[in-house]
């Protein structure tokens, strides 16, 4: 018989028997740790005069957030989940841990300069959405075509 071999399938049973050991001893799971490389799913895109970004932060609260602009760089921060105190701990006994906290930082390149005084942010069922205007350099400018019959008459 021949079994193909998936070694990320194996690399993973290696894992999940990992955490089955760990868990009682431990106290919380890999669900954790994946936590970590939090990085929110994003839409960047162009509606004209001005550049929208939506950020997918499911349980991030608008305080917990921190979003700053330089030039062409947009930074979003912020925290997920939530902590318990040692003292809350030693109180606690876990049967399954898979939230957490992280802290987690996204930056990324606008494709066009934008007016930061005009920026606005709005936080809505976990959304993110940030309202950019495009700097007055990076607005389409339309130039009329004139033909020399045209020019011709206006003088």
């Known amino acids: 018989m021949v079994t193909r071999w998936t070694p990320f399938a194996d690399v993973d049973r290696m894992f999940d028997e990992m955490d089955r050991m760990m ?8 669900g954790v740790s994946r936590n970590r490389g939090f990085r929110p799913a994003m839409d960047v895109y162009d509606a004209g005069e001005e550049i929208i ?18 030039q062409m760089s947009l930074t979003i921060k912020g925290t ?4 318990v105190t040692e ?13 957490g906290f992280t802290e987690w930082a996204e930056t ?6 934008v007016d930061a005084d ?12 940030l309202t950019l205007p495009k700097a007055e350099q990076a607005r389409v400018k339309r130039i ?3 033909s020399a019959r045209e020019l011709q008459s206006q003088n």
């Open 80 to 83: 997920l989940g939530y902590q």
């Open 53 to 70: 970004v939506k950020a997918l932060i499911p349980g991030a609260r608008p305080e917990d957030l921190d979003i700053s602009l330089e």
């Open 144 to 146: 009329p075509v004139h």
């Open 118 to 129: 005009g920026a606005e942010a709005d936080f809505e069922h976990g959304i993110l959405t």
């Open 87 to 99: 003292e809350q701990a030693r109180q606690m006994t876990w049967y399954q841990r898979e939230i």
């Open 23 to 30: 868990t009682n001893r431990i106290g919380h799971n890999r």
């Open 108 to 113: 990324i390149q606008l494709p066009t300069p």
